[in-house]
């Protein structure tokens, strides 16, 4: 399995920015689809953000459209998550996967073809 490393969350007011990033070392991430995941306390994790191969596909969750989004950064060989205008409902874990068999529909983003996951960062929406 890949091993993925999300980092730059933390504790930010609501409408502040942060930028998450994935990356691994050893593989190339433009060879896989990624996704973003959250999981908040006492929730299941649900689907945010996704990028194609090629990073022509993307989906974004109807609770973050307009606010987040996900793009490639070959030369760091990482994932970016720009999130901004941040909500209280925003907290949780965020998590990047990937995996041989995933995918970016561009239309939904579901956990099952993910199956190599990061150990998440924190993200805390909070004034």
């Known amino acids: 399995q890949l091993q993925l490393v999300e980092s730059g969350g933390g504790l930010v007011q609501p409408g502040g920015s942060l930028r998450l990033s994935c990356t691994t070392s050893g593989v190339t991430l433009g060879r896989y689809a990624i996704g973003w995941f959250r999981q908040a306390p006492g929730k299941e994790r649900e689907g945010v953000s996704c990028?194609?191969?090629?990073?022509?596909?993307?989906y974004h969750a109807d609770s973050v459209k307009g606010r987040f989004t996900i793009s490639r950064d070959n030369t760091e060989n990482a994932v970016h998550l720009q999130m901004n205008d941040l909500k209280p409902e925003d907290t949780a874990v965020y998590y990047c996967?990937?995996?041989?068999?995933?995918?970016?529909?561009?239309?939904?983003?579901?956990?099952?073809?993910?199956?190599?996951w990061g150990r998440g960062t924190q993200v805390t929406v909070s004034s």
């Open positions: 996967a990937t995996g041989p068999r995933a995918y970016c529909s561009g239309t939904a983003l579901s956990v099952a073809p993910f199956d190599s």
């Open positions: 990028i194609g191969m090629s990073g022509g596909r993307r």
